[in-house]
């Protein structure tokens, strides 16, 4: 009698934050809040909750509308391109911007999607002085074929900054983007990312659940 195993499933690394009240915001943003509009009882069959928060919370996709006035919002923008085969690149050390040197040693045949790990830890606090991209790092990307970008840190651009020159870039390039991801202990190399935003009518971005799957 022939036997055969069956494989394990492929791994998966959760590379989301808890969204909770206490989650990381940019100063003056709506923190996440929970209230309870109905509690199972005698009288009521279930629990209810109602949500209040930015869409920027935790991990999340930016919309084009985010930095641009008549540009799309989160329900209009196509879903394929936060789905399918990326690579993590590890540019830890990386301080203030992730730049073009800090890519190059995995830029071989990139996908179409690129996330980058420069934190050791990601930030469970907010930090003002949090790791951006340079935006002539975004264009050398986009030049590869890469059509989405991610980073462990709440923005592509500075705090600082008021002219967001690495959305802008976003624009220009036509480029999707995720931020806010916790890529803490997944290995450089190429996995299967799953982080679908939600279809939010008029949001300026989306939470998304972003995961990582083992490749076959």
């Known amino acids: 009698?022939?036997?055969?195993?069956?494989?394990?499933?492929?791994?998966?690394?959760?590379?989301?934050?808890?969204?909770?009240?206490?989650?990381?915001?940019?100063?003056?943003?709506?923190?996440?809040?929970?209230?309870?509009?109905?509690?199972?009882?005698?009288?009521?069959?279930?629990?209810?909750?109602?949500?209040?928060?930015?869409?920027?919370?935790?991990?999340?996709?930016?919309?084009?509308?985010?930095?641009a006035n008549g540009a799309p919002d989160i329900a209009d923008v196509p879903l394929d391109t936060y789905l399918g085969r990326c690579r993590v690149i590890h540019a830890l050390g990386a301080a203030p911007l992730i730049t073009v040197e800090h890519l190059q040693h995995a830029g071989a045949d990139l996908p179409t999607r690129v996330l980058v790990r420069c934190c050791e830890r990601a930030d469970t606090v907010w930090n003002d002085h949090f790791t951006a991209f340079a935006p002539e790092a975004i264009a050398w990307l986009a030049a590869r074929g890469v059509r989405l970008i991610g980073i462990d840190t709440p923005s592509v651009d500075p705090a600082?900054?008021?002219?967001?020159?690495?959305?802008?870039?976003?624009?220009?390039?036509?480029?999707?983007?995720?931020?806010?991801?916790?890529?803490?202990?997944?290995?450089?190399?190429?996995?299967?990312?799953?982080?679908?935003?939600?279809k939010l009518q008029g949001a300026c971005a989306s939470p998304v659940r972003a995961i990582l799957r083992e490749l076959p």
């Open 160 to 198: 600082s900054s008021k002219s967001l020159d690495s959305h802008q870039q976003l624009l220009r390039l036509d480029l999707r983007v995720l931020e806010n991801l916790v890529l803490d202990d997944v290995p450089p190399g190429d996995y299967e990312l799953i982080a679908l935003p939600l």
């Open 1 to 67: 009698m022939s036997s055969s195993t069956a494989s394990p499933p492929p791994r998966l690394w959760d590379i989301s934050p808890t969204v909770a009240p206490n989650a990381p915001i940019f100063p003056g943003d709506a923190p996440y809040r929970l209230d309870w509009t109905a509690r199972l009882s005698h009288d009521c069959p279930v629990n209810l909750s109602a949500i209040t928060m930015s869409p920027h919370v935790g991990a999340h996709a930016d919309a084009p509308l985010h930095y």
